[in-house]
């Protein structure tokens, strides 16, 4: 079955870096487009970054310049580099499955059990 992982949250200053990760499984990888979702403290899901199968990207314009969503279609990962880190990044980070190819996503099919990002002084 479609299982993902993600690791590399943690606790950091702001201006920190983070890079997370996500170990995806159970599906064919490459033939969909992946997302990193967000939820802040008392907020909901909101989109962050999402990467088409062929490596087009797209970002939430909060985290454009900052955030550097990539792939590897040979090890079926997908990375999130989170630099110049803000209070308002906080939140459990998640790695998502789209239903389809395109940096468009379309509907998120499966999420990680998500990192906790913390950006504090």
């Known amino acids: 079955q479609v299982q993902l992982v993600e690791s590399g949250g943690g606790s950091v200053e702001p201006g920190g870096s983070l890079t997370l990760s996500c170990a995806a499984s159970?599906?064919?990888?490459?033939?969909?487009?992946m997302t990193w979702v967000r939820q802040a403290p008392g907020k909901g899901l909101e989109r962050i970054s999402t990467?088409?199968?062929?490596?087009?990207?797209g970002y939430k314009s909060s985290v454009k310049g900052r955030f550097t969503i990539s792939r590897d279609n040979g090890r079926d990962t997908v990375t999130l580099q989170m630099k110049y880190l803000k209070p308002e990044d906080t939140g459990v980070y998640y790695c998502g499955k789209c239903s389809e190819e395109l940096v468009t996503c379309g509907e998120i099919e499966k999420r990680g059990r998500g990192t906790q990002v913390t950006v504090s002084s």
């Open positions: 990467i088409s199968g062929g490596g087009t990207v």
């Open positions: 159970g599906f064919a990888f490459r033939r969909y487009a």
